[in-house]
Each structure stands twice: as C-alpha cells, then as structure tokens.
C-alpha cells in the first residue's frame, strides 16, 4: 500500500471518528433522535476489512452501529447525516434512522435492531449471489453479543452446509451493552464457537488496522474464491458508551484508559509518523478539513433539508406500483 | 377446466413459477426429497435440483431470515413452514425484517418473499399443532397476508404471492389439501386484494374465510332450504389489506352480517370485519353484527373437546337465524 492510500485510510478513521463525534453533538441538540449507538474505537475493524473487500460490488450489513460501516461502503455521507436528522433526504428518506440506514446502490443492505437478525439475511445474500453466479460476497458485521442468538448458530449450519459466500465479521469489543462478555459467554474467543460448523476462522488484533486489512484479505479471498463462509473476530473495543444513554459505569477507568492507548487512529498515525509519511502539521490540517466538511457540508446538508411530507406517511408499506398479474 | 386436490393446486403454481424464473426457489422442511408433508412440493427436487428445493434443517427462524435475505437481492423464495404453529419461531425474521425492510429503507429494498403455512384445527393434533395465526399476522403492518379456501384460490393465490413484489403469507389448512376443486386450465391469478362473494344472497352477509367459507356455504343452503333465507357468502380472502370497501358493499345490500373465523374470538378477523362495519356503514345495519368464532381455549385432545372448541355449519345457521330473529 502506497503513502497516498496510507493517508487516505487514516484520513477515512479520522473523518469516522469526527463524523461520530458531531452526530453526538447533534444528539444533544435534540438534533438527532432515538437511539444513537457510535463507533469511536472500531474504526480499525469495518474500514479496514472493507478496504480488502469491494464496497459497491459485494453486499454489507450489520447491526445498529452502522454509520461507518454505511459510509465506508459508499454511501454518501450526507444521505447518512440526513437521515439521522430524519430529513427526506436521508439514505432513508427519513424513514429509518441511525439504526437503519440502507443503500442499495451501493450495496449496503442495511443497519439492523434485533441483535443477531442480520446474520440469515446475509446468508440470504449469499444463496442469491450462488443463484445468479456471480462473483460478489456477503459481509455480515456484528457483535459478540449477537453469538448468543440462535440465529447465529443456525446460521453457520446452514451457511456452512449450503456452502454460502458469506464473510462474517465479529467485532468483539467485550462487552453487549453493560454486560462484559465473560458474565454472558462461555467460550470468551468467539472465533472458536464456529469450529463445530467447519467454517474456517481467525482472530485478530482489530486496534491496528494494518493487522486488521492482511487478516481480512486471507479472510475475503477464502470466501470469494472458495466460495465458502468464513470467520473472523477482530477483538475491539467502544471508547463511548454503548448508546448515547449509556453511563458506562459498568468498565473501570483503567480498562478504558488501557483502550484508550490502544486507540486505531493514534497506532495508525505514529505508524505513518515514523515512517515520514506523515508530519504533525498534515494530521491537524487533515483533521480541520474534515472538521470543516463535516461542519459546512454534512451537517449543513442535513440541517437545510426538507421533512418527509406527513401526506405521504402511508407510502412505503408496500411497493407503489408493484406488479398485480390478476388486473391482465 | 381440470379438478384437482387443494395441494395439486399449490404443486401447479410452484411448478409453473420455478419452470418460469430461474430465481423462483422453495425451501423448508422435508419439502424436497420428502416431497413435502402435504404433498405441495413433490417432484420438484427431481425436476429443479438441491439448489432450488432446499430441504432445511429444523431452524425456522434463520431459513425464514435467509430466504428473506435472498428476496432483498430480488431472488424468489417460497418459504414453506411444517405447520403454522412452528411460524412462531420465525417471527422475528418474518415481523421485524420481512416486513419492515421496505419501509424503513423508505421504498428503497424490496422484498418479494413467500412464506406459505399450513394453519387450523385438523383431527386431534393437540394445542401445539392447532395453531390459527391469522389474527397474528393480519396485524402485522407491511405483511400481506392471503387465504385460499379452494384448490382454485391455492393456486391463484400462490401465482400472485410469487410474482408480487411485498412480503406475503398465504395460511393454508391442515384440513383442505385433499378438497377437491375446479382449476382453470389456463394460467390464472386471483388478485392478493379484495373480497369475492361467493353465493349472493339478500338477507344477511355471511363474512369468512379459508375453511370457514364452507362452513358458510353449508349453513347458507340450509338456510335458504329449510327457512327461505338467502345468505350472501363473502369469501374475505385476503385478511390484510382487508377489503373496507367490498366488506361495507355487500352489508350495504344485505343489512346484517355474520362473520365466521376460525380463531378464537378476542382479536381477529370477526372483531376486525366489526369495526369496519361500524365505521364503514353503521346506519346500514339493521341488527347488531354477530361473530362465531373458536373457544378461547388451548385446542384440546379429547375429539369432542376439540369440536366443541371450533365452529361449524351448525353454529353458523343458528347465529344467522339469531340475527334475522327466525
Ligand atoms: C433481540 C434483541 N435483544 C436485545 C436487544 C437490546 N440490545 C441492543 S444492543 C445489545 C448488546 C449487543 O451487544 P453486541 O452484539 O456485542 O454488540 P455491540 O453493541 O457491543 O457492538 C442489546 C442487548 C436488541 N436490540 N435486540
Ligand atoms: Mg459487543
């Protein structure tokens, strides 16, 4: 990887950290609504598998902290930060909000509520893409948490019977909500619980994203040319509370201080620093562009766009228009 | 015009969509090598292969999920689930996903999928096999849902679920896929929409639905044979989005009605078909609606419990005979 794609993938992590960091600002203002679950000390984990995958060409999904995942697959991130204004101009029309954010264009198939629903959806991805041949994949992001639904196992069974072009992704911050992981799991290392479906499976270092992209290029090229399901758990961590309403009394101060030094964006910048690919001044003037297109550009779109039109409540429920074979 | 069993009807219209479109698929338990519990899939695995006629382990929820993943992506499915008591466990892939994802997307993902169910009271099953969910699913905004109560409507009905582009269940019963019926020969679709009377009639309106519709036509020949009433059948057909305007027309004519449902009375069919005649057409009326309904009981084992639990031709002319005061 060359200094100019180094940059710009420190570039996308700084511009996800400060995207999260202004959407809980706009929480505050009672700009932003509902629930708000942001991803600040993740960002290794979607943008550096995503980067060894084909956003636009394969099909993504995850749970409720889902902006960057949205957006790191090509959503534009206007349509995102209107939508959690609510506004119809969201990649939602206003229609789903933070937690579900959808762009088919891009083949981001969506944000996700109900933990560990995403994961027969993605394998429903997979099946499709076997039907018509092609030679895109299925990206599933989740919790650890979610490893307890049954839908995660049933699931792997079938992924792995089926033989399914699906990559899973674990992104195991030890914790669902306030509740540590180890006081809900037994098997604490996640990519071990896939072992009695024979999917194959790694664990990994999710903080550095360079150890991050080499384990999710073995991971996507298995599954794109094997065309088989396969595991990986990148073991995180959330700087923030789980949801905007999360106290976090719950971790010690020292854990999230040890985290903290163990932050995706400051590990990636010291790298680039070391190097001479990056000077002190080119962080700071990076991170005020992003502040001001953040500012001027995103938040400004959202902010000036118009509501969803309450006449048209209704509309949605189903397909306007779609086929009716009997009126032949 | 060809007659044929209920789940003949049901095998055409799989047959007839697979053949056409290669994204048309079906899955579910014991459907493909099996044949299928009731028969609506057999010979498929022979003629479309382990790829199109998947027989599933015993997961509903997540083969539901996967086949309402595949829909997003614009393939076909026709998910069959056992019997409708198991639809339980597919719910939330069914609820939360099926039929929100349209919405919540604001129009953006479209999800064509097809859950078929075989549901009611069959012969002594017991409470966990005699599960009536209409009332479930009817509720459920973004869902159509769509009940054939002849071979003619199984098949019609599963054409157009196949080709529509939201989320449909079609509730078969446990106790029809042997009723015989005539087919049109030629390809044909009933429409997902709307209510069809099935015999006209001037002096009340019999509303039912699936089985209860020949529980209706039963009572309404006896009815017009031993009393000179003339009941007028509506067929509800498909009970969401339910036909506000049909179901306030034919009342409209007839000034009374009755509506039959197999499901226990508190929440459903007869408490909805109700209120939409008192919105829809209230001085129309010249007697209170009536409802005939199950007891709202756990479906016993015990074969006279289990009549006593769910209505019939009987129930249904004597509750016709209350409102008309003959
Ligand atoms: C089916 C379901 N049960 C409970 C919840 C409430 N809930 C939301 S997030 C969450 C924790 C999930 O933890 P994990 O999967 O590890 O994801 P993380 O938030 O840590 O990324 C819970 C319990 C839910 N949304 N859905
Ligand atoms: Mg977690």
Redo the contacts with the bound molecule.
């Keep these: 990887m060359d200094a100019t794609d180094q940059k710009r993938l420190l570039r996308e992590m700084l511009f996800a950290r400060r995207f999260e960091e202004r959407c809980a600002e706009a929480y505050q203002e009672r700009q932003i609504g509902g629930f708000l679950?942001l991803y600040p000390g993740?960002e290794a984990c979607a943008i550096g598998v995503l980067e060894k995958a084909r956003p636009g060409h394969d099909y993504v999904i995850t749970?409720?902290?889902d902006h960057i995942h949205a957006i790191k697959s090509g959503m534009d991130p206007k349509a995102a930060m209107a939508e959690l204004y609510g506004k119809e101009t969201g990649c939602s029309r206003g229609r789903g909000g933070s937690m579900h954010l959808f762009d088919p264009t891009c083949r981001f198939m969506g944000g996700y509520?109900?933990?560990?629903?995403p994961f027969p959806l993605a394998a429903g991805f997979a099946k499709a893409i076997q039907m018509k041949g092609g030679d895109e994949i299925a990206i599933c992001f989740?919790?650890?948490?979610?490893?307890n639904?049954g839908t995660f196992h049933e699931t792997m069974n079938m992924a792995s019977l089926w033989q399914l072009p699906v990559l899973f992704v674990c992104?195991?911050?030890l914790?669902?909500?306030g509740?540590a992981?180890e006081r809900a799991t037994v098997e604490t290392s996640q990519y071990l619980r896939v072992a009695p479906y024979k999917i194959p499976a790694s664990q990994c270092d999710g903080q550095d994203i360079d150890v991050v992209m080499s384990e999710a290029e073995k991971a996507v090229t298995h599954v794109r040319e094997k065309r088989q399901p396969y595991f990986l758990e990148l073991m995180t961590y959330?700087l923030r509370g789980?949801?905007m309403s999360d106290s976090g009394a719950y971790r010690s101060r020292d854990e999230v201080e040890q985290w903290a030094r163990r932050d995706p964006i400051s590990i990636y910048r010291a790298r680039l620093e070391a190097a001479n690919i990056l000077a002190e001044e080119d962080f700071q003037k990076m991170d005020t562009d992003i502040q001001n297109e953040i500012e001027n550009e995103i938040v400004r779109f959202a902010m000036e766009s118009p509501e969803p039109r309450v006449e048209d409540l209704e509309r949605y429920v189903y397909v306007d228009g779609g086929p009716k074979p009997w009126l032949k | 015009m060809a007659e044929m069993m209920y789940w003949q009807a049901i095998l055409r219209a799989h047959d007839e969509e697979m053949a056409r479109d290669p994204l048309v698929f079906a899955m579910g338990e014991d459907i493909g090598v099996a044949g299928g519990t009731y028969k609506a899939t057999t010979g498929l695995f022979a003629k479309y292969g382990e790829q199109r006629v998947i027989d599933t382990p015993i997961s509903e929820n997540s083969y539901t999920g996967i086949g309402v993943g595949a829909a997003m992506l614009g393939c076909r499915p026709i998910v069959e689930i056992m019997s409708v008591n198991f639809a339980w466990l597919a719910m939330?892939q069914l609820m939360n996903n099926a039929a929100k994802v349209h919405y919540m997307s604001g129009g953006r993902i479209r999800c064509p999928f097809v859950m078929r169910v075989p549901g009611g009271t069959a012969h002594q099953l017991g409470a966990q096999h005699s599960a009536r969910m209409e009332k479930v699913f009817m509720g459920i905004s973004g869902l159509r849902v769509v009940t054939p109560s002849t071979p003619r409507d199984a098949y019609g009905l599963l054409k157009s679920a196949v080709r529509c582009d939201d989320p449909v269940v079609i509730i078969e019963h446990e106790s029809m896929y042997n009723l015989k019926g005539e087919v049109p020969e030629s390809e044909f679709f009933t429409p997902l929409e709307g209510c069809e009377t099935v015999r006209p009639g001037t002096d009340l309106t019999i509303f039912a639905y699936n089985i209860s519709v020949h529980w209706a036509l039963e009572a309404a020949g006896r009815l017009s044979r031993e009393l000179g009433i003339e009941a007028e059948v509506v067929d509800l057909r498909a009970l969401k989005p339910l036909d506000r305007a049909g179901i306030a027309a034919s009342v409209r004519r007839t000034h009374r009605a009755l509506v039959v449902e197999e499901d226990e009375a508190p929440v459903g069919v007869g408490s909805e078909v109700i209120a939409i005649l008192n919105e829809e057409c209230f001085f129309d009326l010249d007697a209170a609606p009536v409802r005939v309904h199950a007891r709202d009981v756990p479906i016993p084992y015990n074969r006279q419990l289990e009549k006593a639990s769910i209505p019939n031709a009987g129930e249904v002319f004597a509750a016709a005979r209350r409102i008309l005061g003959k």
């Design positions: 679950h993740q749970g409720y902290r509520a109900l933990v560990g629903g989740l919790g650890d948490g979610a490893n639904q992104e195991n911050n914790y669902g909500i509740t992981i959330r789980h949801s | 939330d």
